[in-house]
């Protein structure tokens, strides 16, 4: 595994790979590395010729400085995992490779990113869509893969892609849960020992909403039970409870078509986000808006 941190080498490599007729697969990550990023690199080792992991902490995506300030570095160990999975690179690049002096460009994309974590954190998806067209362009990527639990954040890459005409494929991969059902993210090593035994709730009060707007339960009264629910079991705010349509987000107040229920949560300080997938409703015999005890 090479580490390269300058624009320029890692250029020069990807046009010889291209030259040979490889392929390249791309993995772009904050770093601070768990198995859903590790499941990512394995998707991509599967579809590609040649793998790339990015590290670059974004500060653009970023709408506390706080938040960034406390955001894990772990370079060292990430490099360490990475190179037992026998990648070919690993790009971490100087700031001055992705915002050189005078940077002046953003790309913002408007209706996927409207809403949800669009609402709660002001010009995060802007720094998204900026800094994975530079990372993309960069790396030269064929393929791209995305978890789906920043499913948000997948549908405004997607759009970044289509709208530029940019060459890579988006490959996007499922959630990958800690054993207990908490959604794998970075953030969860913030996590208190007590937080961390409550922080399961927000996975499975999510589930028991969705199989109740599945059934035909009111939404509006599932969303409110689901908020209750994890305001009781210990998590300070609800940011948002949600059902939105896949692809293309707009708010539902009735599961009449295929859609995604989202929720963010704030527990010990952290902040939480979470989503699963919910059919149209069937409309079978259901106590509206009931959610099972969270167990």
Same mark, same amino acid.
């Given at each position: 595994m090479k580490i390269i941190r300058h624009k320029s080498e890692l250029r020069d490599l990807t046009i010889s790979w291209h030259r040979a007729g490889d392929t390249i697969g791309v993995v772009l990550t904050m770093g601070a590395l768990h198995d859903g990023h590790l499941s990512l690199v394995k998707n991509a080792q599967s579809r590609a010729d040649r793998v790339i992991v990015t590290i670059f902490v974004n500060p653009r995506q970023f709408n506390n400085p706080e938040d960034l300030a406390k955001y894990p570095k772990t370079e060292d160990s990430d490099a360490h995992i990475l190179e037992s999975l026998d990648i070919d690179v690993l790009y971490v690049p100087e700031p001055g490779e992705i915002y050189p002096a005078?940077?002046?460009?953003?790309?913002?994309?408007?209706?996927?990113? /409207? =809403? *949800?974590?669009? @609402?709660? $954190?002001?010009?995060?998806?802007?720094?998204? #869509?900026?800094? %994975?067209t530079k990372l993309l362009l960069q790396t030269d990527a064929d393929y791209t893969f995305f978890g789906e639990k920043d499913f948000q954040q997948l549908q405004v890459v997607r759009r970044?892609?289509?709208?530029?005409?940019?060459?890579?494929?988006?490959?996007?991969?499922?959630?990958?849960?800690?054993? /207990? =059902? *908490?959604?794998? @993210?970075? $953030?969860?090593?913030?996590?208190?020992?007590? #937080?961390?035994? %409550?922080?399961?709730?927000?996975?499975?009060?999510?589930?028991?909403?969705?199989?109740?707007?599945?059934?035909?339960?009111?939404?509006?009264?599932?969303?409110?039970?689901?908020?209750?629910?994890?305001?009781?079991?210990?998590?300070?705010?609800?940011?948002?409870?949600?059902?939105?349509? /896949?692809?293309?987000?707009?708010?539902?107040?009735?599961?009449?078509?295929?859609?995604?229920l989202f929720v963010a949560a704030w527990l010990n300080g952290v902040r939480l986000i979470d989503n699963t997938p919910v059919k149209a409703a069937s409309h079978a015999p259901i106590e509206a808006g009931r959610i099972p005890e969270p167990v």
């Open positions: 005078c940077f002046s460009t953003t790309i913002s994309v408007s209706g996927v990113s /409207d =809403g *949800l974590c669009g @609402s709660d $954190r002001p010009g995060h998806f802007d720094g998204v #869509a900026t800094v %994975v970044v892609v289509a709208d530029l005409d940019l060459k890579t494929e988006i490959v996007a991969c499922p959630t990958v849960r800690e054993d /207990d =059902g *908490l959604a794998m @993210s970075s $953030r969860n090593l913030r996590l208190g020992t007590e #937080a961390r035994e %409550v922080s399961p709730v927000i996975g499975r009060v999510l589930e028991s909403a969705a199989n109740v707007i599945g059934r035909g339960g009111n939404v509006a009264q599932a969303l409110e039970t689901a908020c209750q629910a994890l305001l009781v079991a210990g998590f300070d705010e609800v940011d948002y409870f949600e059902l939105r349509s /896949d692809p293309d987000l707009q708010l539902l107040m009735s599961a009449d078509r295929p859609g995604r």
